[in-house]
């Protein structure tokens, strides 16, 4: 059997990878988000997983309009970024292990799931900045990467409640895969924040501070939440809160926080890292 | 099918348009153009003649003047997805600061300055 340590979410926003590429850690600006990888990556380095499962919604690298998955599950040996329209260099290859991915698949499929796969999937900032942030150069991540790219850019969107239930089938999955290998979960996007539209700027703290709580001790609490909902309460891109969801969702049972930063603003965004330990 | 139940119910919540299946039909050619400045070679041909990108995928009127004018709130109107928009915005160095500004009729630095309120 293989063992869930816990999970962590993050922002994903893209002017991280600038703040990385220009070296602005220590800015006062970038600090107060910064200064909230540290612990996260010393847990890591402590449990040392093997596998990453990674929850994540793309921004129109891989997928556009003319097919446009609600679940799709990478199923491939490497997975690579490229260049999203503003000309950042692209990293290496992340490593993939298809033989788990396609056990992830086969599992999810039984339980009523029907994802698509994707042997050939490239993968965007919402993958790449949460990776490398938790596992910093020089060289790629020394984890095996399973991407999950769930639909936030065209509606309808799939529910709260059925994220959740997707991640609980990864979860009973990871528990059925023969073997001992340890997999962390990551949920990457949000909290709060609309990029468009005239209400643009968005930002909810207190619902944010709301589903932080809840999702350490009552993760069922934001399922019953529709996603117009979620646009209402989160902003049009805080719907990335599915992400954390589906994640949360995998630990089944009980959780400990081992870590949280919460900061306004990152961009547009209310930015957070939450790591949570199986309890 | 029917694609306009969504999009009511959209509407209910201020300034903000939910990107449904009416949006998908409507805006397709124009998210198809804008998806294609994934690649740098074909930003640069954008720029070089802005006419004849345009021309290339379709856009119908209301989608040529917004992207000649270069206004969010028109080419969301025209149907345009805000994901594949930040790539087309990403060709003159705009940011998302940027774009919520011209949105929302304020300052660059006002923007920026109601967001860190926010945070209070």
């Known amino acids: 059997m293989s063992r869930i340590i ?11 990878g600038g ?12 600090k107060p988000f910064f200064s909230g990888l540290p612990p996260v990556r010393e847990w890591l380095q402590k449990e040392r997983p093997d596998i990453a499962v990674v929850f994540y919604n793309d921004h129109g690298l891989n997928f556009f309009l003319d097919k446009m998955p609600t679940f799709a599950v990478g199923a491939a040996p490497s997975y690579r970024n490229e260049d999203e329209g503003w000309g950042i ?3 290496g290859a992340f490593k993939g292990d298809a033989a788990w991915s396609w056990s992830v698949i086969e599992a999810l499929v039984a339980a009523d799931f029907d994802v698509t796969t994707c042997q050939d999937m490239l993968v965007d900032h919402a993958f790449s900045l949460p990776m490398t942030m938790l596992w910093p150069g020089p060289g790629m991540p020394p984890v095996r990467a399973i991407p999950i790219a769930i639909n936030t850019v065209q509606h309808p969107l799939p529910s709260a409640a059925r994220c959740y239930a997707l991640g609980q089938a990864v979860g009973r999955a990871i528990a059925a895969h023969a073997g001992n290998e340890k997999v962390v979960i990551l949920g990457t996007g949000g909290l709060s924040h609309q990029l468009d539209g005239q209400r643009a700027g968005f930002i909810n703290k207190e619902f944010d501070l709301l589903c932080l709580q809840k999702l350490i001790d009552d993760p069922q609490a934001l399922t019953g939440y529709s996603t117009h909902e979620l646009v209402r309460l989160a902003g049009t891109q805080g719907v990335e809160l599915l ?9 089944a049972g009980k959780a400990r926080e081992v870590h949280r930063t919460y900061h306004i603003p990152i961009s547009n965004t209310a930015a957070a890292i939450q790591a949570l330990a199986a309890a | 099918m029917n694609a306009t139940a969504g999009h009511h119910e959209a509407h209910a919540i201020p300034g903000t348009t939910l990107f449904d299946g009416e949006c ?25 003649d802005e006419d004849a990108y345009c021309r290339e995928f379709g856009l119908n009127v209301q989608q040529r003047e917004a992207i000649r004018a270069k ?33 929302t009729g304020v300052s660059v630095e ?10 209070k």
């Open chain 1, 243 to 251: 992400m954390w969801i589906a994640a949360r969702g995998a630990l």
């Open chain 2, 110 to 119: 006002e923007f920026k300055a109601r967001l860190v309120a926010q945070g």
């Open chain 2, 24 to 48: 998908a039909i409507k805006g397709l050619a124009l998210n198809r153009m804008c998806y294609s400045f994934n690649n740098a070679a074909n930003r640069a041909a954008f720029l070089a």
């Open chain 1, 89 to 91: 260099p692209a990293l």
């Open chain 1, 19 to 30: 703040a990385i590429q220009k070296g602005l850690q220590d800015d006062p600006y970038w």
């Open chain 2, 71 to 103: 206004n969010v709130l028109q080419l969301i109107a025209a149907g345009g997805n805000v994901y594949y928009l930040a790539k087309f915005a990403g060709i003159f160095g705009l940011n998302v600061q940027d774009l919520g500004a011209q949105q």
């Open chain 1, 6 to 16: 816990g999970t962590v979410c993050l922002s994903h926003v893209p002017a991280i």
